[in-house]
Every structure is written in C-alpha cells, then in structure tokens.
C-alpha cells in the first residue's frame, strides 16, 4: 500500500474516532444535564422535543445562544456557566443529528398521553359571557405560548390562556364554533371549550405534526405527522384515537373537503394525493399523480384540487372526482397555495397566491388556469386575504428586508392600492377579517408586538392591541362558512 493511502487512511481513522467520541461524550452531557425536561429519546417531556425535525425553524447559531444564555421568562436554563464552547456545540451537533435508530409513538403511547381537564358533564351549555358569538377570533401568541379570545365588535380581549409549546398549523372550529382544536408543533392536540373558557382534553398523537383538520359533521379530528409517518384520525369529542393511516411519506398537510365528506392529505415524499372520507364508514383512497404535490388550494365545491410542489416549477390541477390532471400551471417560484384566496374578477373567479420565494403574487383564471397576471411585490410573501365584502386583497412580504411593509391590492385592478408599514423594522403579517369585513386585523409579528385593526375601506388604523408575537387570527364565522376569501 502506498505510503499516503496509508496515511491518508489513518487520518480518517483518527477523525471518524474523534466524531464517534464527541457524539459520545455530547450522549452523555445531554443524558446528564438535559434529559431531564427534554426527554431521554429528545422526545420532550417538560420542554420541547430537541429532534432535527422540531428544530427546522431554529438556526444551530441561535441553539447555542438559547443553551448557553437560557430562555428568560421560561424554565430552559443557561448552561454557559457549566458547559465550554466546545461542549456546547458538541450539543447542538448532537440534537440536530437523527438518531440511530427513529423514536417510535405508537397506538399504546398515543392512548397512555390523553389528558381529560375537565369532566365533560360539568360544562355549561352557554357561553359564559356576552358577544357576538360568530364575530369571535381566537388570536395565537407564539411568543409565550398563549392564545386570546378576542371580541370582533369591540376588539377587546375576553381571555387569555396558556397553549402547548409551538403551535403549528392553524386552530379548527368544530361547526358550530363552540369547541376549537389546537396542534403543535410537539404533536398534542388540545380542545378548548370556547363557551366555558376551558381547555377539556388533550392527546398527543404523535411526535412531529404539521396540521390539524376537523370534518365538516364535527364528528372528527385528524393530524398530519412527520414523526412518525402518518395520519390520526381522532374521535372530536373525547379525543380518542380512532385509526392511524400509515403513509410511508411526511405528511405536509391534511384539509377539511366539506362538501365531499372527506379530509384530502398532502404527501411530501408520494407522488400521490390521499382522500380519507369517513361516510358512510372511514375508507382511503390513493389518487396518484404525476410529480409530488405537497402544498394544495380546493376551489368552492372542492371538485378540484391545485397541487403544487415546493421545489417544482408547474403546478397541476387535479380534479378529485376521476382523479385525473386537467391542467398544468407554469408557477414556479413556491407558491403558497395553502395561503391561496380566491375573489371574481371581471366576473370570472380567479386564485390568487403569493410565493414564498419570489415577490409576486400570482392570478390565475379558474376556468382557462392561465396565470393573467403577476403583481410584483416588495418580496416574498406568505399569508393572503380578503373578504367578499372588501374591495382589497391584503399580502404581506414575510422574507427579506421589507418584512415590515405589507400590500393592500385593488380586486378590480390587480394592481397595489397602498403598501403601509405598521411598525417599522418589525414584521407585518397575516391579516384577518371580521364577519362583516369591515375591519381587517394585522399581525405585528414580534415580542413586542401587537394586534392592528384597520378599516378595510378606508384603510385607517382604528386600533392596536399588544400581544406577544401573535401569528395567525382566526375569525368563527369566516373559518366555520369556508368563507373563500381566507384559507381553510
Ligand atoms: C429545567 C428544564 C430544562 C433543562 C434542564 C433543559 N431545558 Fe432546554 N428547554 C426547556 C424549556 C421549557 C424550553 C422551552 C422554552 C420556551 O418556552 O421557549 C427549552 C428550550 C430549549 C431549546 C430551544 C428549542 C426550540 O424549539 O426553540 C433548546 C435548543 C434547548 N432547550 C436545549 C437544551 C439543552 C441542549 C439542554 C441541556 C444542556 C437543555 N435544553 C436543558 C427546559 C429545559
């Protein structure tokens, strides 16, 4: 053997031992210092699941802070006065890194983590306080893990309460508005009784979800996992599992197909579409299609389906009766369907998008899917509103240095009306309407951040609410009707 194989040989001997005793020693230093609130698999206890798959959002650099100076305010505490740099980061290597071997949530463990709060038979049948009951809003607040009941008439709060850690997808009523369901981002479901003001029941079904849906009869409940690969389907009234679709593909998404009795699922890694209908009884169907679609938009009577993938440049129409592909879409640049709208233009409905890696917002003719035309915005964008009643589409620009401006668009014109910036320097997102869509309420999406009510016509801030990193604002009545000028 030639000397500098030799070498070069024995060198990476000695890293690869070097790598196995780093990850080594960091097993041990997490066993020791943080198993005990994030679970002995990371799979959470007290704190949150410390998985590659839970830790997307979080860049290494700032998991170094977060370990080394602690969360204030919160129970993770600062290790900087224990741990050297050098361990620090061995830790963060080691929670970004998978597992040997995949931790498992199986039926048993699904079963073992239900939580009942309060006994059904003790809640009253009202709402235990006065309120337009359709022009409510639940408000999230990421950035102390609490949610808000809002009063939609009078924009004052009427409680506020504690959620589970990293909300993720959007909260669900169930039909009547009386009951709405939470996920997160760690895989508990929560129900909260909005008559009562209580949180009633929890599970958690799995260790990685995406989203949370709710079946048009209220009778279901059903979740989107990555970890593990598959759906729950869960009973909506105790929070009882049911049964567990093993999809062998992340599942990005699962909605709510009303008028068709059934749940459609997104598939990250299938290039298929699944339709898990529950009447008369609970049946799967596998649509497949010809590249992977993981992120959909559904026109009004949901016949059909715009699918697009998060890295292709076309997207396709589906239509969910034959299961065949009626168009494709030339749109490339991420769009985010699942933020898509839809309004009439020159008496036609069209879908309108933004793109989470292009600033512009795309409008497409439901009828011919051409795209008509391409607004350019200040850049990337994520969430999209309007209401029937408002002649002004919003869209905020969530990447990028003009985070803190967002679009009000002309419906009639396709062109921007007024680009306003609420609070400079912070981001700006995710507008909501009320019932009436008379007043749109903004997203100040930061610590110190705030609610923004404006007049939807004239444009005028009528208020500011403080609240803590709120996200998305969900209104009972637009969410309950699938009014088309929100998303489902
Ligand atoms: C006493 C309990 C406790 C201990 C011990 C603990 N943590 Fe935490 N940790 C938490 C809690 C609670 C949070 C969530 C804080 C919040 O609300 O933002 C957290 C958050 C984190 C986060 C941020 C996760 C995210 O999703 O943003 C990281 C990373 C983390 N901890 C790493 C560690 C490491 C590494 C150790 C061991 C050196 C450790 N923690 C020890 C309780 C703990």
């Given at each position: 053997m030639p000397l500098r194989t030799l070498?070069?040989?024995?060198?990476?001997?000695?890293?690869?031992?070097?790598?196995?005793?780093?990850?080594?020693?960091?097993?041990?230093?997490y066993q020791q210092h943080c198993a005990s609130c994030h679970g002995a698999e990371r799979t959470g206890a007290m704190g949150p699941v410390l998985l590659p798959e839970s830790l997307s959002r979080l860049k290494p650099a700032q998991a170094i802070e977060v370990i080394k100076f602690g969360r204030p305010s919160t129970q993770m505490p600062a290790f900087g006065a224990q741990l050297n740099d050098a361990q620090i980061q061995s830790l963060v290597d080691f929670i970004y890194q998978a597992p040997a071997v995949s931790p498992q949530w199986t039926l048993a463990d699904i079963s073992a983590s239900h939580v009942q709060h309060v006994d059904p038979a003790t809640l009253k049948p009202t709402p235990q306080f006065k309120a337009n009951l359709e022009n409510l809003f639940i408000v999230v607040e990421l950035g102390d893990h609490h949610a808000t009941l809002l009063d939609g008439d009078t924009f004052e709060a009427i409680h506020r309460f504690p959620t589970r850690y990293a909300l993720h997808g959007g909260p669900k009523y169930s039909p009547d508005g009386r009951f709405v369901y939470f996920a997160s981002r760690d895989g508990w479901i929560s129900k909260f009784d909005i008559y009562n003001l209580k949180t009633v029941s929890e599970i958690r079904v799995a260790l990685n979800t995406r989203n949370l849906a709710v079946s048009f009869d209220g009778r279901y409940a059903i979740a989107a996992n990555y970890l593990p690969q598959n759906l729950v389907l869960l009973d909506a009234d105790t929070l009882k599992p049911l049964q567990i679709p093993e999809t062998g593909s992340r599942v990005s998404a699962v909605y709510?197909?009303?008028?068709?009795?059934?749940?459609?699922?997104?598939?990250?890694?299938?290039?298929?579409?699944?339709?898990?209908?529950?009447?008369?009884?609970?049946?799967?169907?596998?649509?497949?299609?010809?590249?992977?679609?993981?992120?959909?938009?559904?026109?009004?009577?949901?016949?059909?389906?715009?699918?697009?993938?998060?890295?292709?440049?076309?997207?396709?129409?589906?239509?969910?009766?034959?299961?065949?592909?009626?168009?494709?879409?030339?749109?490339?640049?991420?769009?985010?369907?699942?933020?898509?709208?839809?309004?009439?233009?020159?008496?036609?409905?069209?879908?309108?998008?933004?793109?989470?890696?292009?600033?512009?917002?795309?409008?497409?003719?439901?009828?011919?899917?051409?795209?008509?035309?391409?607004?350019?915005?200040?850049?990337?964008?994520?969430?999209?509103?309007?209401?029937?009643?408002?002649?002004?589409?919003?869209?905020?620009?969530?990447?990028?240095?003009?985070?803190?401006?967002?679009h009000v668009l002309d419906k009639a014109t396709l062109t921007i009306k007024e680009t306003l910036r609420p609070a400079p320097g912070k981001t700006a997102a995710h507008v909501e309407f009320t019932q009436d869509g008379r007043f749109a309420l903004l997203s100040i999406w930061d610590d110190d951040g705030a609610v923004v009510v404006y007049d939807s016509h004239t444009l005028n801030e009528i208020k500011r609410i403080p609240m803590r990193k709120p996200s998305g604002k969900y209104n009972v009545y637009n969410k309950t009707r699938y009014q088309r000028g929100t998303s489902h």
């Open positions: 070498a070069g040989l024995l060198l990476a001997m000695t890293t690869s031992l070097c790598l196995a005793e780093v990850s080594a020693d960091a097993a041990v230093l709510t197909a009303p008028p068709r009795n059934s749940f459609i699922a997104a598939m990250k890694d299938l290039k298929e579409v699944w339709e898990i209908s529950y009447q008369p009884d609970i049946k799967v169907r596998r649509i497949p299609t010809d590249d992977y679609l993981d992120d959909f938009f559904f026109d009004q009577d949901y016949t059909r389906l715009i699918g697009a993938s998060r890295n292709g440049e076309k997207g396709q129409v589906i239509d969910l009766d034959t299961g065949r592909k009626l168009a494709e879409l030339p749109l490339g640049g991420m769009p985010h369907l699942g933020s898509g709208i839809s309004f009439d233009y020159q008496g036609k409905p069209v879908l309108a998008t933004p793109h989470l890696n292009q600033g512009k917002v795309s409008i497409i003719d439901m009828q011919s899917w051409q795209v008509i035309k391409q607004i350019e915005t200040l850049g990337p964008g994520f969430f999209m509103r309007s209401h029937d009643a408002s002649p002004y589409a919003w869209v905020d620009v969530f990447f990028g240095p003009n985070k803190d401006a967002v």
